[in-house]
């Protein structure tokens, strides 16, 4: 399938028409460009200011989702269809190097790029704009201006500034404090409970008592009931007002999740969103319940019926976004069927938003799973310290192999403080390897991580970061009194094994935190997230064809069960379960019919254009609407087909 979206690392949308790129090559770079960026992603870093979003040289993954999202800015866009490249952190890294003292960003309203000073913040034009030096920058760290004191490292001068920000900006938008009464005293006092995360009883604390009737004598501190019944009351007042911003004549859509605490208590999330009038995007979390007993999509359907029946919204609802269990498909038939009881026919195979991130999860656990690389529910019975890894072949014999070297590796390291404290004393600075080369890590010395079975993720992490010390890991493996874990020694032969499994997760790391660090819509990216990342499948196993030998078999039939589970999921995103997929698809400026004009979508893309026509004439053909000339061509023109 050919993919029309972007890469991380190359741009695949299609090329513009000529004129289009004769205009904006023609157009001056530093000149003004129209549009505004999209909103970056909150796990990006900031400047000081927050007008400025920092590229990460130390973590790779977070630079793709910082190339992705500068990809879509009105200045990426204009860069692409100019043919011309912006390489972030490709600079010179000698000791007299300018870039030192510099920090690479981009402005968070038209994506900009510029170079940060790390000590006072100051930002200039990067200089890969005018194809000019760093002589501008030198000016800078030159001149009078510069509050070059002490020269602090860039976190730490991140960390110290963001907090004067901080501070300044709470004495900028400080009101007066109300004048002092009961009432006013009991907001504040609760307040300052919940805020705090302090329990109730605190109020009857004789210390706490006495430090606030220092500070007046006549006051009144309620009882911890008191607390907490006026906290319910609020709840209550709160809860009723949730959907005020609701239109009378829209519908809601859910989103569910099951969640279990450090005390293993569950709960059952129920997150509704909509759009307002004023099109804004609204998201409320409508309950959060225990639950008890067994987890039966039947179980679950009645929560859900109760929240519905709460508010008002039986006759409401369109959509439910839930992951991809077995008790979830049960959940919508039995919702369907309750429903149906209250006179109200709701579609559960139309109305299913299938989570994508949990889809990617199947996949990846297939593929391991096919390797035998899966992290145990239970760690197995104690032995004696002899015979704890007499188990584990010291030869190289597979991949489950050099799987289990790795856990029981970190295991023993991270079970004990002394190794712990042994293991950062015998990393070097410049152990750390980057897996490939846009990966760049600091100096800073840092652990081993240990996986968990429920996500893969940690998998990935668990044995990237081994990878990543292979060098301290030997290092600590030969030193003296580690004579029982000379079993855990990992060959160049099992290295290579390690780095096969990096290189073919990765494109499932970088999508799925894409996934988890947006808090936007991301319907409309379904389709593209599925193209891309059958395109990146199909061309590792290319990369595998031309290789021999058992490694080969085995990890084409570790990849070809992943893309079979990803293709049953994928497969139910047409027909009536993908209707609203192609409707969020199609409703994207940057998208609408250009992802099917691709060969591979001819089979869908006469069916895909009627249903969108075909619903748009139902329920807004009526609407006499007289259409902005170009507006949207203009606008959507900026737009970046990144997954997101």
């Given at each position: 399938?050919s993919?029309m979206?972007?890469?991380p690392t190359?741009a695949?949308?299609r ?10 090559t023609s ?6 460009i ?7 992603p909150?796990d ?5 200011n ?6 990460p040289?130390?973590?790779s ?10 990809d879509?800015?009105?200045?990426g ?21 300018v ?6 960003g981009a402005?968070v309203?038209?994506g900009?790029?510029k170079?940060?000073c ?10 890969t ?5 760093t002589?501008?920058?030198r000016?800078h760290l ?10 602090r490292?860039l ?12 501070k300044?900006k709470?004495?900028?938008s400080?009101s007066p404090l109300p ?11 609760l307040s300052?409970?919940l805020?705090a995360n302090?329990?109730f ?9 006495k430090?606030l009737?220092l500070?007046r004598r006549?006051?009144h501190i ?5 607390i907490?019944?006026?906290l319910?009351?609020?709840f209550?007042?709160?809860?009723k007002?949730?959907l005020?911003d ?6 809601i859509?859910?989103?569910l999740?099951?969640?279990t ?10 997150t509704g969103?909509?759009v307002?009038?004023?099109w804004?995007?609204c998201?409320v ?7 008890r007993?067994?987890h ?5 359907a009645?929560?859900v019926?109760?929240?519905?029946a ?5 006759k ?18 039995q919702?369907?069927?309750l429903l ?13 938003i299938r ?5 990617i999860?199947?996949?990846?656990v297939k ?9 145990p529910n ?5 032995v004696s ?19 289990v070297k ?5 295991i023993?390291?991270?079970s004990?403080?002394?190794?712990i ?12 390897e980057?897996?490939s080369a846009?990966d760049?890590?600091?100096s800073q ?16 992490a668990m ?17 003296d009194g ?7 020694f ?10 096969d499994i990096i ?10 935190s894409l996934i988890g660090?947006?808090?936007r819509?991301?319907v409309?990216s379904?389709f ?18 031309e ?10 039939e570790a ?6 589970k990803l293709?049953i999921?994928?497969?139910?995103t047409s027909g009536?379960?993908g209707?609203?997929f ?9 998208i ?6 691709d060969?591979s979508?001819a089979?869908?893309k006469?069916?895909y254009e ?6 748009f004439?139902d ?11 170009s507006?949207i061509d ?11």
């Open positions: 399938m993919s979206i972007s890469c190359t695949l949308d090329e513009s028409s000529s004129e289009e790129t004769q205009a904006t157009a001056p770079l530093a000149a003004v129209p549009g505004q960026a999209d909103e970056p909150t990006l870093r900031r400047s000081p927050k007008q400025c979003v920092l590229y040289t130390e973590d993954c977070k630079a793709e989702i910082f190339r992705l999202w500068w879509s800015t009105p200045y866009v204009h860069y692409r269809t100019s043919k011309r490249q912006l390489k972030w952190g490709n600079k010179a890294q000698d000791k007299k190097s870039w030192l003292h510099f920090v690479e402005d309203m038209q900009a790029p170079a940060l790390k000590y006072c913040w100051r930002d200039h034009p990067h200089p704009i005018k194809n000019s030096g002589s501008t920058l000016k030159n001149s009078g201006s510069c509050q070059k004191k002490g020269k490292p976190s730490a001068q991140l960390s110290l500034s963001n907090l004067v920000h901080k300044a709470q004495g900028e400080f004048s002092f009464s009961p009432p006013v005293f009991h907001d504040f006092l300052f409970i805020e302090l329990p009883r605190l109020v009857e604390h004789d210390s706490f008592r430090l009737s500070c006549d006051i309620p009882h911890r009931t008191y907490k019944t006026t319910l009351q609020r209550e007042a709160m809860q007002g949730l005020r609701l239109p009378a004549s829209r519908k859509s859910l989103a999740d099951c969640w605490s450090p005390n293993h208590y569950s709960f059952l999330g129920i969103y909509f307002s009038d004023d804004r995007y998201e979390l409508l309950a959060f319940k225990p639950l007993g067994k039966s999509g039947s179980r679950l009645e929560y019926m109760e929240t519905l709460f508010y008002n919204l039986t409401r609802l369109l959509t439910i976004t839930a992951d991809n269990a077995k008790n979830n498909s049960t959940l919508r038939k919702l369907r069927r149906q009881k209250e006179n109200v026919e709701w579609d559960h195979r139309q109305g299913t989570c994508m991130s949990h889809t999860q199947l996949s990846v593929f391991l799973s096919i390797l035998k690389i899966q992290s239970s760690e197995p019975e104690r310290k002899n015979e704890r890894y007499d188990h584990i072949s010291f030869a190289d014999i597979g991949y489950n192999n050099v799987y790795i856990r029981s590796l970190v023993a390291i991270n004990s403080p002394q190794r404290e042994q293991f950062m004393d015998l990393q070097k600075p410049d152990d750390r980057p897996f846009k760049s890590h600091s010395k840092v652990r081993l991580i240990r996986d968990v079975p429920t996500r893969w993720g940690s998998t990935y044995i990237k970061r081994a990878w990543e010390l292979k060098k301290t890991i030997r290092r600590w493996l030969r030193a580690q004579e029982r874990f000379k079993n855990l990992i060959h160049d032969s099992e290295w290579k094994k390690v780095a290189h073919i997760l990765e494109p499932f790391e970088i999508l799925t660090t947006t808090l819509v991301s409309h379904v593209r997230s599925f193209s891309w990342l059958f395109d990146k499948i199909e061309d590792i196993a290319d990369g595998l064809e290789r021999t030998g058992t490694e080969k078999i085995e990890l084409l990849l070809n069960a992943a893309k079979e293709q999921y994928y497969g139910k009536i379960y209707r609203f192609n409707l969020a698809t199609v409703l994207d400026p940057s609408r019919l250009e992802l099917y004009s060969p979508w089979e869908w006469q069916g009627d249903e969108f026509r075909d619903y004439e329920y807004y053909g009526h609407i006499n609407a007289t259409p902005q000339p507006v203009s606008e959507s023109s900026r737009y970046s087909t990144a997954i997101f």
